[in-house]
């Protein structure tokens, strides 16, 4: 039976409706946010005082899809209905840290409007916070005051250090009022606080803080928000930061993601660069770099006319090392210096020259997305030339380098100070770190190690950018724009499996844990993978179905009459070149091929394989052709034991009910070998195989299951082309 993942029913109240009410939402938006927080709060724990226990609840967004102000409705909506405290653990870095309390406090109005106080924010806790804190929770067991009831918001930076002095206030409040509901939002709940310290049973510091920060609170919900929910997914269920539900966030109307930049848009949106551009010892910068900032220099000018959005921005996101932050800053300077002399110092035939050899080619590629449009009509490379250098746009840029050894982050007030930026960092600016309206991204980095959730968070470039899309550019390494586009499938698959589990309104201890994965792509970080799974990785011959001694294995009655019907139109294979009994083969596709598949009976381990594959290939958009081998035209073939499985079956007389894993027998040599020797005859089974499509072999055998006796069974062989090649992570198998 189902257990259904909501707990309560919240009530939607007068501080989620002034959060809304301040924003630009549509009316529509606003009542799918309102609807979601509800949603997400009902399936924490109700706020009820002295009722112990805890859960942990899992929000996945896009990146940079809204995800604060979705963990903002839920404060807002936890006031509302009556959380006396909530904690936000707010990011690795004190930039991240200070730019979630900013924008609480602001998106809240946490200051105050003339009326009783409502709100007592506090960024990063400390011993001096408790007294008021405790005062302020006390208020909410006297029903006299109810009027003068005050929610404490803490935003506290996850790190073992922060944590401690947060739990030792905690306990301090907590020890004077130990039945107080209390609720804590993880932000980017995939980084830092899981264990990746398991040998031994240890303890990574971060998540060891966290565990014993939730264990001084008796009664409350911990919401893991993140856009990348690949690890908290892989962790082991009695983990206590295995989430127990999932909530799927729907990205806001003008949201662009990875299906719109690496599919529908690639050719429009990425630039490659060269190796070139990663090194850090080269005395003059990259030619592509003066090609993306030109391009930036014209697009921040066509937003200036069109009148949105106002300040753009340019990101040159290199690796963490700083010596290459240092050499992008001086060559980004030196561009930028370049081309205000050419431009701004009076000599005509420099400026014609730099404008027709660096300017003219970056409007051209603007032009091919309608880039240089504004109100229906192209503006001219002049008129755009013009604005750069007379009306002082070109000098007004400001360039940054924002990293953890210069810090010089850029604060909410800054950003509209100028009418463009170009932004230099590493690491720092991978995930939280709002860059204002970014258009332009210059990547010189490889890929890395990877890891699809790291890949993920480096898509600055994703968020509400439609109204602007035809002035979105990435310049990035061949390689890593290969894993952005390979990317999309893997994210829609989990996306459409959390859905689903969302929508019918699941716990997530229902679902088998499934994540398809390009075959060049890991899930997460290995360290943080406590949960048992199984790692598919399909390329080749994925399956020999060689396990036929258990239960009834091959098609369902449903599944032969389709197979009947595919061997009727079965013709001689040409790759068989014997006089008798010859493979045949039909052409088919791999939606007519998986409605027999998806019944197939098979062993466990077998079940699994066919399973991920069905995964896999049913992803594909298009339809997949398939090559159906029926081997020789469907007579049976004559099969016994393996070598490992004879003495078994031949210890317990033949008796199957006597053999305790008679799922591990198999049939011995189920893929015949080429005949010759040299394959001049019969190339063997597994030359039956193509390299560009799918291939499903099927073997009608006749199983030795005795002295003189046999037994029939179908069995399946399937190979899958490199082209096609994926990997499945599946969970071992589902709890009971």
């Given at each position: 039976m189902t257990r259904n993942a909501n707990l309560w029913t919240p009530q939607?109240?007068?501080?989620?409706?002034?959060?809304?009410?301040?924003?630009?939402?549509?009316?529509?938006?606003?009542?799918?946010?309102?609807?979601?927080?509800?949603?997400?709060?009902?399936?924490?724990?109700?706020?009820?005082?002295?009722?112990?226990?805890?859960?942990?609840?899992?929000?996945?967004?896009?990146?940079?899809?809204?995800?604060?102000?979705?963990?903002?409705?839920?404060?807002?909506?936890?006031?509302?209905?009556?959380?006396?405290?909530?904690?936000?653990?707010?990011?690795?870095?004190?930039?991240?840290?200070?730019?979630?309390?900013?924008?609480?406090?602001?998106?809240?109005?946490?200051?105050?409007?003339?009326?009783?106080?409502?709100?007592?924010?506090?960024?990063?806790?400390?011993?001096?916070?408790?007294?008021?804190?405790?005062?302020?929770?006390?208020?909410?067991?006297?029903?006299?005051?109810?009027?003068?009831?005050?929610t404490t918001v803490a935003v506290v930076l996850k790190n073992h250090a922060s944590l401690r002095r947060a739990r030792s206030v905690l306990a301090d409040v907590l020890g004077q009022v130990p039945g107080a509901p209390v609720l804590f939002i993880d932000d980017e709940a995939d980084q830092a606080g899981l264990n990746v310290a398991r040998p031994g049973g240890a303890e990574s510091s971060t998540y060891r803080a966290i565990r014993l920060l939730r264990e001084t609170a008796a009664n409350h919900s911990y919401v893991l928000y993140t856009a990348t929910p690949q690890a908290p997914l892989l962790i082991a269920l009695e983990d206590t930061l295995s989430p127990r539900t999932v909530s799927v966030l729907t990205p806001g109307e003008g949201y662009v993601g990875g299906?719109?930049?690496?599919?529908?848009?690639?050719?429009?949106?990425?630039?490659?660069?060269?190796?070139?551009?990663?090194?850090?010892?080269?005395?003059?910068?990259?030619?592509?770099?003066?090609?993306?900032?030109?391009?930036?220099?014209?697009?921040?000018?066509?937003?200036?006319?069109?009148?949105?959005?106002?300040?753009?921005?340019?990101?040159?996101?290199p690796s963490s090392g700083t010596d290459l932050h240092r050499a992008y800053d001086a060559w980004v300077r030196g561009i930028m210096g370049r081309l205000t002399v050419a431009l701004t110092d009076g000599d005509e035939v420099l400026r014609d020259q730099v404008t027709t050899e660096v300017f003219s080619p970056a409007y051209d590629d603007l032009a091919t997305t309608g880039g240089n449009v504004v109100e229906g009509a192209s503006v001219s490379l002049e008129e755009l030339i013009e604005m750069l250098a007379d009306d002082g746009y070109l000098e007004a840029v400001r360039v940054r380098v924002v990293n953890s050894a210069q810090g010089n982050e850029i604060t909410s007030s800054e950003w509209t100070q100028a009418p463009g930026w170009i932004v230099i960092g590493g690491n720092?600016?991978?995930?939280?770190?709002?860059?204002?309206?970014?258009?332009?991204?210059?990547?010189?980095?490889?890929?890395?190690?990877?890891?699809?959730?790291?890949?993920?968070?480096?898509?600055?470039?994703?968020?509400?950018?439609?109204?602007?899309?035809?002035?979105?550019?990435?310049?990035?390494?061949p390689d890593t724009a290969d894993v952005f586009r390979k990317y999309v499938r893997h994210e829609n698959a989990m996306r459409g499996a959390l859905s689903e589990l969302d929508t019918n309104g699941?716990?997530?201890?229902?679902?088998?844990?499934?994540?398809?994965?390009?075959?060049?792509?890991?899930?997460?970080?290995?360290?943080?993978?406590?949960?048992?799974?199984?790692?598919?990785?399909?390329?080749?011959w994925v399956l020999t179905q060689t396990h036929v001694y258990g239960e009834p294995t091959g098609p369902t009655a449903e599944g032969r009459s389709r197979l009947d019907g595919l061997r009727a139109s079965a013709t001689d294979d040409p790759r068989d070149h014997r006089t008798h009994a010859r493979n045949t083969v039909v052409r088919s596709t791999w939606g007519e091929v998986a409605e027999v598949l998806a019944d197939w009976r098979a062993a466990a381990d077998e079940k699994n394989v066919l399973y991920s594959s069905l995964l896999a290939l049913g992803s594909v958009e298009g339809e997949i052709p398939v090559d159906v081998v029926f081997m020789n035209g469907g007579a049976t073939r004559d099969r016994g034991p393996s070598v490992a499985s004879r003495p078994v079956l031949a210890g317990a007389g033949w008796d199957l009910n006597l053999i305790d894993d008679v799922e591990a027998l198999e049939v011995g040599n189920l893929m015949q070998g080429p005949d010759p020797a040299d394959?001049?005859?019969?190339?063997?089974?597994?030359?039956?195989?193509?390299?560009?499509?799918?291939?499903?072999?099927?073997?009608?055998?006749?199983?030795?299951?005795?002295?003189?006796?046999?037994?029939?069974?179908?069995?399946?062989?399937?190979?899958?082309?490199?082209?096609?090649?994926?990997?499945?992570?599946?969970?071992?198998?589902l709890a009971g």
């Open positions: 939607s109240g007068q501080k989620l409706q002034d959060l809304l009410g301040r924003t630009n939402l549509s009316r529509h938006e606003q009542s799918r946010v309102e609807q979601e927080t509800l949603r997400i709060l009902g399936r924490c724990r109700a706020p009820e005082w002295d009722n112990d226990g805890t859960s942990a609840e899992l929000v996945v967004g896009a990146v940079q899809s809204g995800k604060t102000l979705s963990f903002t409705g839920l404060i807002a909506t936890a006031r509302d209905n009556g959380f006396p405290l909530v904690v936000v653990l707010a990011g690795t870095k004190t930039n991240l840290r200070d730019q979630t309390y900013e924008r609480l406090v602001r998106d809240l109005a946490m200051d105050g409007d003339g009326r009783l106080p409502s709100w007592y924010p506090v960024n990063d806790l400390r011993p001096v916070n408790a007294g008021e804190i405790l005062a302020r929770a006390q208020r909410w067991q006297d029903e006299r005051r109810t009027r003068s009831r005050v299906a719109d930049l690496f599919d529908e848009s690639y050719a429009g949106f990425v630039r490659e660069i060269n190796d070139d551009a990663l090194d850090d010892e080269s005395i003059s910068p990259p030619e592509s770099l003066e090609r993306a900032i030109a391009t930036y220099l014209l697009a921040m000018v066509v937003a200036q006319l069109r009148g949105r959005p106002r300040p753009l921005t340019m990101l040159i996101h720092k600016l991978d995930r939280g770190f709002t860059v204002e309206n970014l258009a332009v991204t210059y990547m010189p980095r490889g890929p890395g190690v990877r890891n699809a959730d790291t890949v993920q968070q480096r898509g600055r470039f994703f968020g509400y950018k439609r109204s602007y899309l035809d002035l979105l550019r990435a310049w990035m390494n699941r716990e997530l201890s229902t679902w088998r844990r499934t994540i398809l994965l390009d075959s060049s792509l890991n899930p997460t970080r290995r360290a943080v993978i406590s949960l048992d799974v199984d790692d598919f990785r399909l390329s080749g394959g001049s005859t019969y190339r063997g089974d597994r030359g039956f195989a193509a390299g560009d499509t799918v291939t499903v072999q099927v073997h009608e055998l006749a199983v030795e299951v005795g002295p003189g006796t046999r037994s029939r069974a179908t069995s399946v062989a399937i190979h899958i082309p490199t082209d096609l090649s994926d990997r499945v992570i599946l969970q071992a198998e």
